[in-house]
Structures are given as C-alpha cells and as structure tokens.
C-alpha cells in the first residue's frame, strides 16, 4: 500500500523561471486547478543564483511584464537593458578604435537584465498566494507517466524530502526541471541538431563599467544619454567566438565566452585560469576589468545545442524551458522560448479542463513550435565563423531584428500563436517568411566559412537611425489599427525590402549608390556598415 499520497490537476516538475512562470499562468486562467511545483532547490533563493538566461529581448520581456504581470517588480529590481551591443576589431587599448554595432538609444520596448535568484523567489511567493503548493528540497526518485488504470489521474511522480517519500498523483505532468531532462529521458525524447558550439560561464563579484574603456567624449556621445553602455548585453567577437558581459542589479556581472568547435579547440579553456589567459590575449581590455575579482561559479559547457522529439502531448504530459530544446544563447532567447511553450501548454490544459478534443491542438502548437525553434536555430548553424566579420554581422542584425519584430514578434504580441482562427489563415504568409529567413541565412553561412575579422575603423553603426527598425518596434508598441493578416502582409513587404538590401550589400562589388527606396528603408546604415573596409 502507498503512503503518503496526495492528487493534483497539474504535477510541475522544476521551480525555475519556466515553472513558476507556468504555474502563476495556469493559476490565473484557471483559479480552481489544484497546481504542484517540485523543485531541487531550496527558496529562497541567492539573489544572484548560479543560473544562465539573465537577459531577456522583446517576446520574454513582454511575457514576464504582461502575462506574468511582473512589470513593477523588473522596474523596481533589476536593470534596464540598452539592447544588444557588439565590439569588433584587434584588441586595442582605446575602444574608440573598435568597430561598436549597437544602438544610440533604447528603442520603445523594455527589456532588462534579471537577477534570476530575485524574480523566482517573487513568482514563488506569488504563487503560493495563489493557492499553489511549492515544495523545495525535494528530490525526484521516480517518474511515471504510463496509464495502467485507465484514470485521468496516471502521472506519479514520487519525491522525497526532509520529511520523507511521498508520492504525487496527476492529471497532468510538465517537465520544466532544466537540462536533466526528466521526461526527456524517460520516454526516449532527446535529440541532437547540427550546431555544435560550446560555452564557457562565470560570474564575477564586480560591477564591470564598459562606459570606462574609453575617455573620448565623441565615442561617449554617441550613446545618449551618456554612459549606459554598460547595461547592453555587450558582446566582444571575433572569428568563431564570442563575449558576454551581462550587469545585474546585484553588482554581479555575468561572463561568458561562447565558441565554435573550431575556436574552442584552439582555445583549450578548462578552468579559471586558463579563461583568463585565453582573455589576456584576445580580449584584454574585458580581462583587466576583471582584474582580481572573485570568481563566483565557474562552468564549461561543450556541445550545449540540442532538440527534443516532443514537447506536447494530448496524453496530457508536456516539456517547457531548457527541458525541451536549446538553440544558442546569441540573442538571449531562453525566455522567449519559455513564453512560447508555457503558452502553448496553459492553453493545452485549459482546453482539456473544458472536456475539449486536445489532439488536433496538441500537434498544431508542437509543429509551431518545432517551426520556431528551427528558425531560431537557423541563426546560428554554421555562422560563428562570421561573428567577427563587422559587414555579415550587421547585416545579420538587421535581418534577424527584422525578421524577429516584423514577424515573430508581431504573431506573439497580438497573442496571435494559440489562437487557431487567427493563425490558421496566415499559413501561407508564415511559409513565405519561413523560406526567405533560410535562404538569408544561407547567405551568411557562406560569409561565415571565411573566418574574416576586418581591419578596424572605429565605426559606430548605430542601428536606432534604420528606418525599418524603428517602424517594427513603433507597430508593437501601439494598438492595432489593421487586422492580424493585413499587419503581418505590410511587414512582410517592409522584410523583403530588407532581404534585397541584404543580398546587394553581401555581394562582392556592392554598389554603395543607395536608391532612395533604400535610404527609406536603411538610411545610411549600409554606409556605415561597408565603408572602405567591406
């Protein structure tokens, strides 16, 4: 005879960001479920935990700030992100000499720079106010999702804590417990992909100021107001590498030095010294700012990419979060990718709870999923050999930004990805935009293979000057004025615009006459981006 049982709608298996998120989610859509999160770890929390996914973009920001209602909370305690920031070039000891891809201001939307210890001790006291039951410490023994009664309730899931086993009985079971892959695991699910990269990850104990590695009040002007470089997600790259430099409002900074198989052979990083030895010489300046301080967690992580062959099923199971897939963490997508799936599976549960047929919906979401991970993963396939080659990158940045805001990001913002009336007659349009990003990227793949890092010039390509990119961000921003497949149609001429602008400037002899169509759409973006150097 079992002790100790106890029976829920829903069976959480991890208490990060993921399962949290989804629980405070399924919670506010459906106040009389009976929700269990089981996490490793104890809350509170550290306020810096040891934890990847600190930056967030435009679709996790706008998921923590409108579907989890955190704005107050990022507002008040974690920092305001000034976008995406990349320094290119020979290392130089004045970093007005090094090409800088960023923007001179924030565009309309806010992102931040999260303390992941901090926003998950919130959401878990949220919940708990909610009526979910959150048990840490606790270790997972066994997980079973087999129907042996014919019950609903055919999900166990037995953990044991300080005061003992006990054995938990559901409707549901959401896998969201991180790279151990519980589900994953047990019911055959994992698989490889081919982009094979490998990182390298601390924290440090300092306050590392990027606004400090250059005195001259012409390369601080550029940014306005003047020094909130250090609050970018600033990137140092070179050919098959690149740096983050992540500020958190705890004083902490996060580190990482991110590589293709290539690069990191060189590189033989295995430890703490030898980082700092690889940065001495390739990123001195990034070194010296960290100096002597202490270094809080140390991580090598090989071959981090990876697929999973279901996150949805109608047998009421489903995987979110870094338990399903991982792309690449250029760009900062883990939240996004944690809206997407916790959207998807609140929708799920919610469907069944009403006595709905679940089975068309549970493919329908997995193969929109599986589209966007596949789009996303594109972006980095073969391209880090690129990374420090100043034209394919801001040109990679301009089509991915536009890609992401005239596309994926509208879909997310008008909630339009679980609503089947309003996505199923915008197939076509998608499969378009699908095509051309593969064929795009294809484009800076074959840029890529030549490994380029071009001679320094000191160019600022400020990206809040490009047209296109301001009209993307403005349409998010505002109340739609069009319906869903007329909005999408009109950004989807403005990207195609953007795919020719592309194609013209990566070819060999590109014609540095710009039409005037193009300086609508670019302004003089392409000439700051080839210059003498292209």
Known sequence: MIQNLSYWDVIIAGGGLA????????????????????????????????????????IGSHYLSHHLGLMQHLKANHLKKFGIRI???????????QDELGASQTFGIPTY?????????????????????????ADILQLDIKAETGSAQDKQLVIRTAGGEQT?????????????????????????????????WFRVDRKITLDDWCASPEWHARCMPEGRRWLSTNHLVGPGYWVWIIPLASGVTSIGIVMDNIAFDAAAISDQTSAMTWLAQHQPRCAAAIGDARFLDFVVLQDYSYDCKQLFSDQRWAVAGEAGVFADPFYSPGSDFIAFANGFICSLITAERRGQDIRVQAVVYERLLRSIYQNTLSLYTGQYGGFGDRVMMGLKLLWDYSYYWGVLSLLYFRSALCDFERIRPLAGELHKAQQLNQSIQALFRQRAE????????????????????????KVLMEDPKLPLADELARNMAQVEQVAEAVRDMLGEMPSLDISAAERELLGDYRLKILGNGG
């Open 19 to 58: 399962g949290l998120g989804l629980a405070k989610q399924l919670k506010q859509a459906n106040p009389e479920l009976a929700i269990v999160v089981v996490e490793k770890q104890g809350f509170p929390r550290p306020r810096a935990i040891a934890k990847v996914g600190e930056s967030t973009v435009e």
């Open 87 to 97: 320094f290119f070039g020979a290392p130089a000891d004045d970093f007005a000499q």
């Open 113 to 137: 720079q999260i303390d992941r210890g901090d926003i998950e001790n919130h959401i878990a006291d949220e919940v708990r106010e909610l009526g979910v039951s959150l048990i840490d410490n």
């Open 168 to 200: 938990l009985i559901g409707n549901w079971m959401v896998d969201t417990a991180g790279r151990a892959g519980l589900l994953k695991n047990h019911l055959n699910l994992a698989a490889k992909n081919e982009h094979k990269s490998n990182a390298i």
């Open 450 to 473: 030549r490994r380029l890092q071009l001679p320094n010039r000191g160019v600022f390509m400020d990206q809040y000057q490009i047209p296109c990119l301001q009209f993307f961000n």
